[in-house]
T-cell receptor, first 108, second 114 residues
Framework: RKEVEQDPGPFNVPEGATVAFNCTYS??????FFWYRQDCRKEPKLLMS???SGNEDGRFTAQLNRASQYISLLIRDSKLSDSATYLC?????????FGAGTRLTVKP | ETGVTQSPTHLIKTRGQQVTLRCSSQ?????VSWYQQALGQGPQFIFQ???????GRGNFPPRFSGLQFPNYSSELNVNALELDDSALYLC?????????????FGPGTRLTVT
């Protein structure tokens, strides 16, 4: 079993749709959680950190469920520019463990 | 842009050769981490450098080694290249050592081993 698991998708949604991604992690000692987005053949870019109380940044909302060991990302009112691969990241000591990513395509 | 730079952008090497990749961290960041990203996979942690010392290492063999310099820039060296070393190599800098802090990535070096 992989330490960080994501549904690979692809998720194909129309503009304006709401889409949610889940990520599960196996190391219960993990303390830090992040979402990154990665465009094709580019570097990952930090989207948001995920806090225990949940956090929101504009159209993006991240939630953490420690008991069930999963993290979610909700994107509201999807834009064409949201098309990318979304990477879930969980720390393991000094090591950041990345999921393989979930691919999102937003269509007109 | 993050302010993290990497060189070269692309590189083609032959199996058995050695390669050095370079990274300059974002201003104010003293920690550099290196990752290998194979096609279709998430980045895999190679190691982290803080104050010129290795500060954590992933599951990579000793032929992957690194350095950090007093200006916080860093090098990744790979000896005895294998075909499976073909990947995008990313460095990321952060203000604080460890994995619990936000890391900012450079554009990567795409290495092809033939």
């Amino acid at each position: 079993r992989k330490e960080v698991e994501q549904d690979p998708g692809p998720f194909n949604v129309p503009e304006g749709a709401t889409v949610a991604f889940n990520c599960t992690y196996s190391n219960s000692a993990s303390q830090s959680f992040f979402w990154y987005r990665q465009d094709c053949r580019k570097e990952p870019k930090l989207l948001m950190s995920v806090y225990s109380s949940g956090n929101e940044d504009g159209r993006f909302t991240a939630q953490l469920n420690r008991a069930s060991q999963y993290i979610s990302l909700l994107i509201r009112d999807s834009k064409l520019s949201d098309s990318a691969t979304y990477l879930c990241v969980v720390n393991r000591g000094n090591d950041m463990r990345f999921g393989a990513g979930t691919r999102l395509t937003v269509k007109p | 842009e993050t302010g993290v730079t990497q060189s070269p952008t692309h590189l083609i090497k032959t199996r058995g050769q050695q390669v050095t990749l370079r990274c300059s961290s974002q201003s104010g960041h003293n920690t550099v981490s290196w990752y290998q990203q194979a096609l279709g996979q998430g980045p895999q942690f190679i190691f982290q450098y803080y104050r010129e010392e290795e500060n954590g290492r992933g599951n990579f063999p000793p032929r992957f080694s690194g350095l950090q310099f007093p200006n916080y820039s860093s090098e990744l060296n790979v000896n005895a290249l294998e075909l499976d070393d073909s990947a995008l190599y990313l460095c990321a800098s952060s203000q604080i050592a460890g994995a619990g802090y936000e890391q900012y990535f450079g554009p990567g070096t795409r290495l092809t081993v033939t």
